[in-house]
């Protein structure tokens, strides 16, 4: 698809794609490093709290791939892991009600990837589930708020992404994944990079 509608403005691929390519321009090498990889190790790191779910270790790792991704929403990334260590770790942490509920339903789940979808049932955390767990073979792409903003070339609120559908999220994965192509990075890294980017510009911005 070349076009979009999006919040009545029609969208251009190659706008969008000029839009995540200029912040891309931006980063530099301390900022392209394998953010998703780096999330997978993080994971790998609650064996020990995960022991005695009686699981194979893939699928421990899978479940706190899962409740990384279930404790994602409206948190920042370190605020994210925080939430994870604490509800694998004691099975309650300080987050929504929602949130921990699914969190709580994948600990108890089989670990399968089946399962830990259904239970994430969400475009954007489902693909954050994705990319965490497969950080070097996933052809998914997380459209959150910052990455929407990159997309968008312009800060967006949560009523901007409120109501995303299903065609447009995949036409900003596309964009991603064009603009990506364009200078011979992976997708994930595309994103991943940008945003780490984005968040910074952001910060910097606030502190002025």
């Not at 064996?47 to 479940?63: G, S, V, Y």
């Not at 929403?73 to 260590?85: H, T």
């Not at 968008?152 to 065609?167: F, I, K, P, S, V």
């Amino acid at each position: 698809m070349k076009t979009q509608t999006f919040k009545g403005k029609e969208l251009s691929r190659t706008k969008v794609k000029n839009n995540i390519l200029k912040i891309w321009n931006l980063t530099d090498q301390s900022e392209r490093f394998d953010w998703y990889q780096d999330a997978n190790d993080f994971c790998n790191g609650f064996q020990n709290a995960l022991q005695l779910l009686h699981q194979p270790k893939d699928r421990t790792h899978a479940i706190a791939c899962g409740v990384v991704s279930a404790l994602s929403p409206v948190k920042s990334w370190s605020q994210n892991k925080l939430c994870a260590i604490k509800m694998l770790e004691t099975g309650d942490c300080g987050h929504m009600k929602q949130f921990k509920d699914k969190a709580k339903r994948i600990m108890n789940s089989d670990g399968s990837d089946d399962a830990i979808l259904s239970i994430l049932n969400g475009r954007k955390i489902s693909s954050f589930y994705l990319n965490i767990k497969y950080p070097k073979v996933s052809d998914n792409i997380t459209i959150d708020r910052h990455a929407l903003s990159i997309a968008l070339g312009y800060w967006t609120n949560d009523e901007d992404y409120q109501g995303m559908t299903a065609t447009q999220y995949n036409f900003f994965v596309q964009c991603f994944t064009l603009a990506a192509a364009k200078v011979g990075v992976p997708a994930l890294i595309m994103q991943s990079a940008t945003w780490v980017k984005f968040r910074k510009i952001k910060s910097d911005y606030k502190k002025k």
